[in-house]
């Protein structure tokens, strides 16, 4: 299952990858970064007032028109590039760039040379994936909700929530719950990052648990999302309780 705000979708923005305005971005500077024109810019975003652009404010960056690199984009060489530096820079893996550039020699790169940095599954951000019961201890009506969201480049925070869960201690020796994020397998075994969630609770309200973990590398499509009970002083958990994956479009 998944969850997310349509206007973040792919569907925003057909054919091309929606991009963040960050603080001093100008439609001709963004243009400069992704090797187009300001006229196509504005093309694909015929709503945008390029004179008032607001910081968070997304707008679509439509692929390049020759085949070169369906589904990603061209980028030109500057100086002081590196694969490495781009696939942090742009949140791609540096597996992908290296697949989708055989003919180009990473230690010999050249200002002005043009590479393919391709779309690898990561989804449209912010977006958010559902959790579902895995364990018959816990009740069908638990819920718990993963957003995920870029919080800087190269830096993606994963927030956990759930509801009406039991007690830890009530499915073993434990006192706390966990948020894991096994990423989609790229290598293996897979990259496994984990959120502490503590409880919370207003009124009468049920108990939420929560906690973020932020990440290096884009959690692509695919990824595992678990919520397991934890023991603090043991560094032990338990079996899955709530399940899902980031599928976001």
Request: with cysteine.
């Amino acid at each position: 299952m998944a969850c997310g705000n349509p206007v973040w979708g792919r569907q925003a923005c057909p054919g091309g990858t929606l991009y963040q305005i960050r603080r001093g971005d100008t439609l001709y500077r963004i243009a400069q970064r992704y090797n187009l024109t300001v006229d196509a810019l504005l093309r694909a975003n015929p709503g945008v007032d390029p004179r008032n652009l607001q910081v968070g404010q997304s707008i679509c960056i439509p692929d390049t028109p020759d085949g070169r690199c369906p589904g990603g984009q061209i980028y030109t060489i500057r100086a002081g590039d590196t694969f490495y530096e781009l696939a942090q820079r742009f949140g791609v893996p540096l597996e992908s760039i290296l697949q989708a550039n055989p003919e180009v020699d990473p230690d010999r790169l050249r200002i002005g040379q043009e590479i393919c940095i391709p779309a690898v599954g990561v989804p449209s951000l912010p977006c958010c994936s559902v959790l579902g019961p895995e364990d018959p201890a816990v009740a069908a009506s638990s819920l718990g909700v993963v957003g995920v969201g870029q919080v800087a480049t190269g830096s993606y925070a994963l927030t956990f929530a759930a509801t009406n869960l039991p007690e830890p201690s009530e499915l073993g020796d434990f006192n706390r719950y966990v948020g894991l994020v096994i990423l989609a397998p790229t290598d293996e075994p897979p990259p496994r990052f984990s959120a502490l969630l503590e409880p919370s609770q207003i009124l009468d309200q049920p108990i939420t648990w929560s906690g973020t973990r932020v990440i290096g590398e884009a959690p692509g499509n695919g990824t595992i999302l678990q919520i397991r009970p934890f023991n603090t002083e043991t560094g032990v958990d338990g079996a899955p309780v709530l399940v899902g994956q980031l599928e976001c479009t």
